[in-house]
């Protein structure tokens, strides 16, 4: 009997990492009554303790500059924002260490985080890796996905999930650009919102 030709192949087949389309010119592009605003670039910061770090040099387009050098806390921010932005990167294995042998010192650190007004923590893993067994490691993968939970709801401290470094670099830049963005455009009189009546 000849087999039935489906049309739409099952959701079960499709690929699950497909490729990213690549970043755009600039983030976002602020305007009022339809007419773009003219904005200065921020300064990137990377911090010189970062073991893997971003480095930004295909978002040449989004900062002014970008400079390495030993921040307070996180391992990303703003020049002249510092006190107020940082980002707090993580890849898979070293979520895993932060959140068992090492977490006295991590959730400190956390907490510190969560005290800014822009914090984000950024991990460079899916969810769903974050969540199976993990090879050649006694760590259980409920307590390091709740320990993130309690992370979003305990402090209020939002994480964020990329599937590949490449990805979590151009979320990192897009929001320190985007944290800048907001900044500016309330400290000189726009409010916090790209354009008019919307985000």
């Not at 390495?68 to 107020?84: H, K, P, V």
């Amino acid at each position: 009997m000849p087999r039935k030709r489906t049309l739409i192949p099952s959701p079960l087949a499709w690929t699950t990492l497909t490729a990213p389309v690549p970043h755009p010119p600039l983030p976002v592009i602020p305007e009022r009554g339809g007419t773009q605003l003219r904005t200065p670039l921020p300064t990137a910061i990377i911090d010189t303790r970062e073991q893997n770090p971003f480095s930004f040099r295909r978002f040449k387009g989004w900062f002014a500059k970008i400079d390495r050098r030993a921040l307070a806390l996180g391992d990303y921010s703003i020049q002249g924002m510092e006190d107020t932005c940082t980002v707090e990167r993580k890849d898979l294995a070293d979520l895993i260490c932060s959140f068992t042998t090492n977490r006295a010192v991590f959730i400190k650190r956390l907490r510190r985080m969560a005290d800014l007004p822009h914090s984000l923590l950024v991990v460079t893993s899916s969810l769903t890796e974050i969540k199976s067994e993990y090879p050649y490691r006694a760590a259980n993968p409920n307590r390091i996905t709740q320990s993130l939970l309690a992370v979003l709801t305990g402090l209020r401290l939002p994480f964020i999930c990329t599937d590949t470094h490449e990805l979590g670099e151009e979320i990192v830049a897009s929001y320190l650009y985007q944290t800048f963005l907001y900044d500016w455009l309330d400290k000189n009189g726009h409010g916090r919102n790209l354009a008019d009546g919307d985000l």
